[in-house]
C-alpha cells in the first residue's frame, strides 16, 4: 500500500480557488488509482473526483467544470485544483488510492490507502 500526506488546505472565501496536493511514497503510484473525497460535518464522506491509472479522469456532477484533477506520476503527487469555490464545498479533502484493475469504483470502501486530511473552509 501507498502512503498519503495532503496539504494545501485553508481558507478561502466564496468564488476563490485552492490548490491540493497529496504526495504518495511506497509503491508504484503510477500504477494506482488517485481519488479525492470529502466529508463535510455530520455528512458521509463523498467521491469528489478521480485519477485512473490509465490516464483518464471522473468528477462528481457537483463539482464537474469547477475542479481539475491532475497527477504528475515522477513526483507522485496527484492535484486538486478547486476554482469557483463555494460554502458548500467546504469540508475535509482526503487523498485515496487503490491499485488500478480498470474496473470503475469510486465508492471509499473501494480504497485502501487514505490520508489523514486537509480542511477546506470557504466563508466570508
Known amino acids: 500500500q501507498v502512503q498519503l500526506v495532503e496539504s494545501g488546505g485553508g481558507l478561502v472565501q466564496p468564488g476563490g480557488s485552492l490548490r491540493l496536493s497529496c504526495v504518495a511514497s511506497?509503491?508504484?503510484?503510477?500504477?494506482?488509482?488517485m481519488g479525492w473525497f470529502r466529508q463535510a460535518p455530520g455528512k458521509e464522506r463523498e467521491f469528489v473526483t478521480i485519477?485512473?491509472?490509465?490516464?483518464?479522469?471522473s468528477y462528481a456532477v457537483s463539482v464537474k467544470g469547477r475542479f481539475t484533477i491532475s497527477r504528475d506520476n515522477a513526483k507522485k503527487t496527484v492535484y486538486l485544483q478547486m476554482n469557483s469555490l463555494k460554502p458548500g464545498d467546504t469540508a475535509i479533502y482526503y487523498c485515496?488510492?487503490?491499485?488500478?484493475?480498470?474496473?470503475?469504483?469510486?465508492?471509499?470502501?473501494?480504497?485502501?490507502?487514505w490520508g489523514r486530511g486537509t480542511q477546506v473552509t470557504i466563508s466570508s
Open positions: 511506497g509503491g508504484s503510484f503510477s500504477n494506482y488509482d
Open positions: 485515496a488510492a487503490r491499485f488500478g484493475d480498470y474496473i470503475v469504483r469510486t465508492s471509499p470502501a473501494d480504497f485502501g490507502s
Open positions: 485519477a485512473w491509472s490509465g490516464g483518464s479522469t
